[in-house]
């Protein structure tokens, strides 16, 4: 893959993995048992039923798509919200821009200048390109970079494309939950020294990293989104963190999901980690006083 590809393709990775599933650290998990990445939502006098489905935002490209369960809730709906409107032609746009450090400031001048060696030819080494011109996007960014160096496919996808071009065969519009610029917030009340530690760590840990990553593809096949939060217990330093990346969002959603399937019937695709736990969407719209029911994958 040529590196002004990986770049452009890890702004718009950032955002949607980094707060939907990398950062799914919770200390309560109750609430949702069931293995299921897609949801029934109904009751509360819908007239009918909309969908909540749970994404992963990098995957190897296996040809095979999105499954019938998930086709038939897309074509029984009239509209796709995601996190993110990535209908929106100004996306990447505002992505590309606010991925930049204030002033367009290096952030390497605050490293160690041991973890700035160690960074710095990591990503020579793998991008062809160090802190000098990489050093003026986000921490978080360069961090969004990795994730696709994890998957050992020279194919990859995200479940959010194969949704959009769902959407797109069956003439469909699609909404967003969020703005680019309330989740790029959610990032930026991290102080930058943090963000620094983060990224160095993960440059440091990258074979583990990678082989956790490995297991996160795993369970999310395995559509156990409860044990999505017990693989993350050993990254403490996301934890502190869980509201504003997880409950905080899920909370802000549950109106705006509300007003959006009172009108039309709806499919709902969001980072699976946002489904389950005591503050997931799942467990909040029930508390809201709807239904909502697992569907089943289909054994092949």
């Known amino acids: 893959m040529k590196r002004s590809n990986l770049l452009k393709r890890s702004i718009v990775f950032f955002l949607g993995y980094v707060l939907g599933t990398f950062l799914a650290v919770q200390a309560s998990y109750g609430q949702t048992t069931e293995k299921a990445l897609l949801w029934e939502i109904s009751g509360k006098g819908l007239k009918q039923p909309s969908y909540l489905y749970g994404t992963i935002h990098i995957t190897c490209d296996n040809g095979q798509g999105l499954n019938d369960e998930v086709k038939t809730a897309m074509e029984n709906t009239e509209q796709l919200v995601l996190e993110l409107d990535m209908d929106d032609p100004a996306m990447m746009q505002k992505m590309q821009k606010l991925s930049l450090n204030e002033g367009m400031q290096n952030f390497s001048a605050n490293m160690a200048e041991e973890d700035k060696a160690i960074v710095n030819a990591f990503y020579k080494e793998r991008f062809g390109a160090g802190l000098t011109q990489l050093g003026m996007m986000k921490p978080f960014v360069l961090m969004s970079m990795l994730y696709p160096t994890y998957l050992d496919c020279e194919k990859q996808t995200a479940v959010e494309m194969m949704l959009m071009q769902a959407a797109k065969s069956q003439e469909k519009e699609v909404f967003g ?64 963190y869980e509201d504003e990346f997880l409950g905080d969002r899920n909370k802000n959603w549950i109106d705006d999901i509300e007003e959006i399937i009172t009108k039309k019937p709806s499919f709902i695709g969001v980072g699976a980690a946002h489904l389950a736990s005591k503050n997931g969407v799942i467990n909040l719209l029930r508390e809201a006083g709807y239904t909502l029911k697992p569907i089943l994958k289909t054994a092949n």
């Open 177 to 240: 939950l969020e703005t680019v610029e309330e989740q790029m917030q959610v990032m930026d009340n991290i102080p930058m020294e943090e963000q620094i530690t983060m990224l160095v760590n993960s440059i440091k840990e990258f074979e583990q990293n990678k082989a956790d990553f490995k297991e996160l593809t795993d369970t999310y096949a395995d559509q156990d989104i409860v044990s999505l939060y017990e693989s993350f217990q050993k990254y403490p330093e996301y934890a502190k």
